[in-house]
Nanobody
Framework: QVQLVESGGGLVKTGDSLRLSCTAS????????MGWFRQAPGKEREFVAT????????SLADSVKGRFTISRDNAKNTVSLQMNSLTPDDTAVYYC???????????WGQGTQVTVSS
């Protein structure tokens, strides 16, 4: 099993920045990709960003390109999401995820709330 623990959520204002982190533990060798999804109230969970564990290749949703950056620290088993120029549309619970390859997300964190006020 792989355990994922998120941190860094909170309440910010429009235009502010926030950095989320997710630390993995357990069978790290099972991880080929890590990333973030989010779910706003009344909406389905949606893809935000992913990064491959070895090559560091990234993929971001169109809605966050140019504002969000995903990175990883293999030594610390951590993936981070730097979120800039936040808007109320970014308000959601952000979930860390991990799996063996892209679109195969076997593990999920508990989620961290991000609220952006106008």
């Amino acid at each position: 099993q792989v355990q994922l623990v998120e941190s860094g959520g909170g309440l910010v204002k429009t235009g502010d920045s926030l950095r989320l982190s997710c630390t993995a533990s357990g069978y790290i060798s099972r991880i080929g990709v890590m990333g973030w999804f989010r779910q706003a109230p009344g909406k389905e969970r949606e893809f935000v960003a992913t990064i491959t564990w070895r090559g560091g290749l990234t993929s971001l949703a169109d809605s966050v390109k140019g504002r969000f950056t995903i990175s990883r620290d293999n030594a610390k088993n951590t993936v981070s999401l730097q979120m800039n120029s936040l808007t109320p549309d970014d308000t959601a619970v952000y979930y860390c995820t991990a799996g063996p390859y892209y679109r195969k997300y076997d593990y999920w964190g508990q989620g961290t709330q991000v609220t952006v006020s106008s």
